[in-house]
């Protein structure tokens, strides 16, 4: 929503003002779908070009992310922090191999079904039992499995972080691309010096249109899509970050309602809960 409450606003302002200051948007209006069409296209097919089908399929979904409202937020975060609180407890209370089977089959876990959010996210599910897995059955110790945790999810935000570099090289192209369709725009002016000054004063003015939709593009529309991208990126490595810091808190010997203040603390500011509104919700779950 806010996305398209921001675009209205820069396309108000900037247009807003030119018909303010006597303006006329027929030449611009004119110029549009051939300027569009050849700065779209140009942009188009530099993206399929520069990306792998994969990153070609991961912006086309990241895109479309943008115009949904954040899932990371504090009841999220509760839910998440009260299911690591419960898996935790029960392995403490009767032993690691009590939770086997939670980890092979989370599908069927009681403990998971009571967080039916975190269940269906399969990436952060699958990042929670795989390591519990590992310390269920493996013999690594805590440095060893932070190490690896610091690897997967360096490798998630890298792979993550690869529709937002796509999105920053086609707002990088775009004025470029505008200025080829100026020039062209201009190529086809030359062609008609023969013409009365006020033709050609149009024509020129329609290959002009041709850099100003380049740089209206890039800097009012790729670029903010790119940042608010990141932004989110950024988002599901800080939920990872939380998972890692309560699982290697409670390697360490620290208690479930411990390990879990350990991972609250790693939150942003703005989704983490006090520590009285998480404690009580995991003693609601628990209930």
Not at 13 to 30: D, E, Q, R, S, T
Not at 138 to 161: F, V, W
Not at 207 to 214: D, I, P
């Amino acid at each position: 929503m806010f996305v398209i409450i921001g675009w209205v606003v820069a396309m108000g302002c900037v247009f807003g003002v030119f018909i303010a200051h006597g303006g006329n948007m027929g030449p611009v209006l004119k110029a549009l779908p051939f300027e569009m069409t050849t700065i779209f296209g140009a942009a188009i097919g530099a993206f399929l070009a520069t990306n792998q089908p994969k990153v070609i399929k991961s912006t086309l979904a990241g895109l479309g992310q943008c115009f949904k409202g954040s899932k990371y937020n504090k009841a999220r975060y509760m839910d998440l922090m009260a299911l690591l609180y419960d898996i935790l407890q029960k392995a403490r209370r009767e032993g690691l191999m009590a939770i086997e089977k939670d980890v092979e089959e989370p599908q069927n876990s009681p403990l998971f079904k009571k967080y039916p959010v975190i269940a269906a996210d399969h990436h952060v599910t699958e990042f929670i039992t795989d390591y519990l897995r590992m310390m269920v059955t493996g013999n690594l110790n805590a440095h060893e499995i932070e190490s690896l945790m610091d690897n997967e999810i360096d490798t998630h935000h890298h792979e993550a972080h690869a529709p937002v570099m796509a999105i920053q090289r086609i707002a990088g192209g775009l004025p470029a691309f505008g200025i080829v369709a100026a020039v062209l725009g201009v190529v086809n002016t030359m062609g008609s010096v023969g013409q009365p000054p006020a033709v050609l004063g149009g024509m020129i003015g329609s290959a002009l249109v041709g850099t100003f939709l380049g740089i209206l593009l890039s800097y009012a529309f790729a670029e903010p899509l790119a940042g608010l991208l990141e932004q989110k990126v950024e988002e599901g490595t800080k939920e990872l970050q939380c998972i890692k810091t309560t699982l290697l808190a409670s390697m360490q010997g620290y208690a479930p309602q411990v390990a879990i203040e350990f991972g609250r603390k790693v939150l942003f500011h703005d989704d983490r809960p006090s520590f009285n509104e998480l404690e009580s919700h995991v003693k609601g779950k628990k209930k």
